[in-house]
């Protein structure tokens, strides 16, 4: 593809975006490039990145076009990230809207007036409000102040960043060191990530879905923060452990790892399409010590196996404000509504699950939010009415999983943030059932 003919399919991923605003962004691309087989593959990653880099913007180029009283159409957007956030002029998106093959059709006249008066803008614009300025929903803009007090302009700037790749060995299969010279082998080059002692860093993306080291389930893609939660659970050989919100089971692969393939792992959720993927991987990486389970309506499962399991991690749904970097439409598409839903949610969540803990056993509640109102908040509640639980502080909790120095991070839990720890924002606390 001619470079004016990626951002004319840029500007028609930014439409299929906005005509599913409640949907995924990674979803509604992967249907829009699958429709587009033509596209190769380093056009697609060109493409995506010119539209991912206006959603990333869009809190703040709504803002300007606003203010110059135009509607926020693809082409629109696109010519004003162009301008704003490119350093282009006029002259440029004049250029590339040439109406020539495969190029977008010339500006009209509004457009041109509006786009007019956005040149020699400043992007962060002295008079925007707090959250458009921090790049922020509204609803969010009290807790993240909330959790972060005077650092929220650093924590904002990480959510907004661009995240590194991370992946985790499997220690079923291989060591980190050996892990990390099969994939220096064919050209990917890594770094141990500094505190999980699973974990290498890919400082670029590289296709690492297509190694030997993956194919062979020697290396599976997680953040590093997300593998400090599978270690916080603390899952030895020949316990009985319970992912309940196991997903494709990222946490259940990484606890298999700490248990030696020997116990029983029980990886729930309510998704069949999550539990089969989750099969696929387990299968993948040589795990031979879990079971799936689909968590339905009337499902007897919990109550069957009461106060039976050594752990139980509990990685509830959220509003992802920590993943943020990754899933920049989340912002988006994330409303006041989704917030108390998904803290009520949350509260039944880990009140079934609790009952799932045997006496002296852990139950660890994580997020991938950085919003109090789901994370201590939640774990506040939780403790104020389940008297038979305590709060393991997260250095002990640190300790007794066999990690060597300190936690990142004070405080009885972990919270984490991409401006403070590198990681994406996660939350966990280890909760400990009374003998």
């Known amino acids: 593809m001619t470079p004016l003919a990626r951002i004319s399919a840029a500007i028609a991923l930014l439409d299929a975006l906005e005509s599913a605003p409640r949907r995924p962004a990674d979803a509604v691309a992967n249907d829009f490039f699958r429709a587009r087989r033509f596209i190769g593959g380093g056009d697609r990653r060109a493409v995506a990145d010119r539209a991912w880099g206006v959603v990333r913007e869009r809190a703040r180029l709504d803002w300007h076009l606003d203010h110059v009283g135009a509607a926020p159409t693809g082409r629109l957007l696109m010519a004003a990230h162009m301008i704003l956030a490119e350093g282009g002029s006029l002259a440029g998106v004049e250029a590339a809207f040439t109406g020539g093959q495969y190029a977008e059709r010339p500006l009209t006249p509004e ?112 953040d590093e923060g997300s593998q400090l939660i599978a270690l916080l659970a603390d899952a030895r050989p020949g316990m009985k452990v319970a992912d309940y919100c196991a997903g494709a089971a990222g946490k259940t692969l ?11 792992i029980a990886a729930l959720d309510v998704s069949v399409p999550r539990l089969a993927g989750a099969t696929k991987r387990l299968r993948r990486a040589g795990v031979d010590n879990a079971e799936t389970h689909l968590l339905e309506a009337g499902d007897r499962w919990v109550k069957r196996r009461a106060a039976t399991f050594d752990r139980v991690l509990v990685d509830a749904p959220c509003t992802g404000t920590g993943t943020w970097r990754r899933n920049p439409d989340a912002r988006l598409r994330t409303s006041p509504r989704d917030l108390e839903e998904l803290i009520t949610k949350q509260r039944a969540i880990l009140d079934r699950a609790a009952s799932l803990v045997r006496p002296g056993g852990k139950l660890i509640y994580a997020t991938c939010s950085v919003l109090p109102g789901e994370d201590d908040e939640q774990v506040r509640g939780f403790l104020d009415s389940h008297a038979d639980f305590a709060a393991l502080p997260l250095a002990e909790a640190w300790a007794e999983a066999g990690m060597a120095g300190s936690p990142p991070g004070e405080g009885p839990y972990m919270a984490l943030a991409p401006h403070s720890h590198g990681t994406d924002g996660f939350f966990a606390a280890v909760l400990q059932r009374r003998p």
């Open 111 to 222: 457009e041109r007036r509006f786009l007019a008066k956005l040149e020699g803008r400043p992007l962060h614009h002295p008079r925007m409000d707090e959250a458009t300025r921090l790049n922020v929903p509204d609803w969010a803009l009290e807790g993240l102040r909330a959790r972060f007090g005077e650092a929220l302009p650093a924590a904002a700037a990480g959510l907004e960043g661009t995240a590194p790749l991370d992946l985790r060995v499997n220690l079923l299969r291989t060591t980190r060191e050996a892990a990390a010279a099969a994939l220096a082998a064919e050209g990917i080059p890594t770094a141990p990530t500094p505190f999980s002692p699973w974990g290498l860093r890919v400082a670029d993306r590289r296709p690492v879905l297509a190694t030997r080291a993956f194919e062979e389930g020697m290396v599976e893609i997680q």
């Open 254 to 264: 990484a606890m298999a790892a700490t248990m030696g393939n020997r116990g029983r």
